[in-house]
């Protein structure tokens, strides 16, 4: 299909739009979602209601807003197709899906969820709204499947503001790993195949998500807190995670003739922080390796992996926690001598280029959040509440799956066979474009996803 025949990418859009029209319980709505959605493709300095209205429906403004702010169509449905969509795209065991956040800069502190706090965007604390999002990717190519805000803690127990912004009474506040999960669990129920779960330093950190994604069967390669490098590179600025080598035991102490018996076992080694453990390993433990091309050539770092036991079992004495599950501890050093730490809960034989895929795949969600919010309008949207930011959220992410869609060929026939999300990582096979396909309606046409020697206890990945 070409942009030349007749309806183009707007009647590529009426035809693909079918299945989640469907999912809207009244005509008003299933007008509504469509104008919603070509004033998001469609060219336009702002997305926010008024000026979507004047180039998609002239004098109807109300109408619009009504739409997406007030209307009480219910978003299950639609995130439900949405899943389904996306797995068709780039579902597979080849697939990742990320875990990441996103924030909407915000002015004034009447809209749903805005408080000062970190923004990735810019670097630095400022009044926004947190979203976290999920994203599944194969390749170059991801797909929005979850976007849900972060209710800060003074807006959870505050009920004025929850009632003047519409939070709904069953949502509580809760943590970003919490949501996070809790987002894995649905999109999963919702059929979507992925091979591994990927996420930063701000979801890795805690111990309580890498122990859910373990129970629930899932690989994963988390984040963990690193050592910047903004001093020698023998400072620490922040506390480290702490892990055991692999074939560490608990043994107790033989008893002294005074004193209380021992409660707790002790580890027949100690714990180690991350950095102090690669900082004790030869240069040689590390391989130069590039996961993808760039616009400047191919990306490359160096990149090192001990098999360790993490420091996230039960709490023994003096607040120390024991040895937890094995899992790969890897190191990427940058060309500047930056270093990121990773756990990742792979197989023993898994070998280090495999690791290194997988740590660096998650860059398509970056992205990704940043075309949504400039091609898109994520963060254009102007109203206060709860329904009208997640109904606006959801409509951005249904608008960047037909864009991936027009950009695959305009061809997702469904698979023959569902299954659940698979726990282990598989061989990668990215999706192409057609080169037939509709052209998107903008410049989105282009869519882009991204000193002393190691214990001999130590597993070093080859």
């Not at 660096?360 to 075309?371: D, I, L, S, T, V």
Request: charged content about 25%; hydrophobic content about 40%.
């Amino acid at each position: 299909m070409a942009l030349s025949r007749p309806g183009g990418w707007a009647g590529e859009l009426e035809r693909w739009l079918a299945p989640f029209l469907a999912a809207l319980s009244r005509p008003e709505q299933r007008r509504w979602a469509p104008l919603y959605l070509k004033g998001l493709l469609l060219p336009g300095e702002r997305k926010s209601v008024e000026p979507m209205a004047a180039r998609v429906a002239p004098g109807e403004v109300q109408q619009l807003h009504h739409f997406v702010s007030a209307s009480p169509w219910a978003t299950a449905p639609l995130e439900a197709e949405l899943v389904w969509t996306a797995d068709r795209l780039v579902g597979g065991p080849g697939a990742v899906l990320v875990v990441d956040d996103t924030a909407l800069v915000k002015q004034g502190a009447h809209s749903v969820g805005v408080q000062r706090q970190y923004c990735g965007e810019l670097g630095k604390k400022a009044n926004c709204q947190a979203l976290v999002s999920l994203t599944l990717a194969r390749g170059e190519v991801p797909v929005c499947v979850g976007l849900r805000l972060f209710l800060p803690e003074r807006w959870a127990g505050d009920p004025e503001r929850r009632r003047r912004a519409g939070v709904p009474e069953e949502v509580a506040g809760r943590p970003k790993w919490r949501i996070a999960l809790d987002e894995i669990d649905r999109v999963r129920a919702a059929g979507a195949r992925f091979g591994c779960v990927l996420g930063d330093a701000e979801y890795g950190k805690a111990a309580e998500f890498r122990h859910g994604l373990t129970e629930r069967g899932l690989t994963w390669a988390l984040g963990i807190l690193p050592t910047q490098k903004v001093f020698p590179a023998d400072v620490t600025l922040v506390p480290a995670q702490k892990v055991y080598p692999p074939d560490v035991t608990l043994a107790f102490p033989e008893r002294k003739p005074a004193g209380r018996p021992r409660k707790h076992p002790v580890p027949s080694a100690p714990s180690v922080e991350a950095a102090k453990l690669f900082a004790a390993l030869p240069r040689r433990a590390s391989r130069s390796l590039s996961w993808r091309r760039g616009t400047k050539g191919p990306l490359k770092a160096r990149f090192a992996a001990v098999r360790v036991r993490v420091a996230d079992g039960p709490v023994a004495a003096r607040a120390q926690h024991l040895p937890g599950d094995e899992a790969w501890l890897v190191c990427e050093e940058r060309a500047a001598g930056e270093r990121k730490y990773r756990l990742a809960n792979h197989p023993a034989e898994t070998p280090l280029r495999v690791l290194a895929a997988a740590v660096k795949a998650r860059w398509a969600c970056e992205q990704m959040h940043q075309q949504m919010k400039q091609e898109l309008g994520l963060d254009h949207f102007e109203g206060r509440s709860w329904r009208g930011l997640h109904h606006h959220a959801l409509l951005c992410q249904i608008a960047f799956a037909f864009l991936q869609h027009l950009r695959l060929g305009g061809k997702t026939p469904r698979p023959p066979q569902r299954r659940p999300a698979a726990g282990t990582l598989a061989p990668r096979g990215a999706p192409t474009a057609h080169r037939g396909a509709p052209r998107p309606p903008r410049t989105m046409s282009r869519v882009r996803t991204p000193v002393a020697a190691a214990p001999a206890a130590m597993n070093v990945a080859e």
